[in-house]
């Protein structure tokens, strides 16, 4: 089994940056598809961004599609979402997500390793 483990979370003003970080360990992290979601209080965990393990596919939530940016770096297993000209929406607890697979998926149920999370929060 996988461990995924979130960092760069914090507590920013609208228009602010952050550089959120998921570190994978156990199988080889280059088999995997990746993938943040997002859940606000009260809310559902929603699809924020996925990538697949060649890092040739990308996809965004059109809420975040142009502020976003997902990568990876699988010498590192690592990967990564920049989130810039962040809004007051955007407050969540962020999920990263891992699925054993050649390509990514937008659901929830594809993903079999999800992170503890990390707090995102926004003021305006």
């Known amino acids: 089994q996988v461990q995924l483990v979130e960092s760069g979370g914090g507590l920013v003003q609208a228009g602010d940056s952050l550089r959120l970080s998921c570190v994978a360990s156990?199988?080889?992290?280059?088999?995997?598809?990746m993938a943040w979601f997002r859940q606000a209080p009260g809310k559902e965990r929603e699809f924020v961004s996925s990538?697949?393990?060649?890092?040739?596919?990308?996809s965004y939530a059109d809420s975040v599609k142009g502020r976003f940016t997902i990568s990876r770096d699988n010498a590192r297993r690592t990967v990564y979402l920049q989130m810039n000209g962040l809004k007051p929406e955007d407050t969540a607890v962020y999920y990263c997500?891992?699925?054993?697979?050649?390509?990514?998926?937008?659901?929830?149920?594809?993903?079999?390793?999800w992170g503890q999370g990390t707090q995102v929060t926004v003021s305006s």
């Open positions: 997500a891992a699925r054993n697979s050649f390509s990514d998926s937008l659901m929830r149920s594809a993903y079999d390793y």
């Open positions: 990538i697949d393990r060649s890092g040739a596919s990308k």
């Open positions: 156990g199988r080889t992290f280059s088999t995997y598809s």
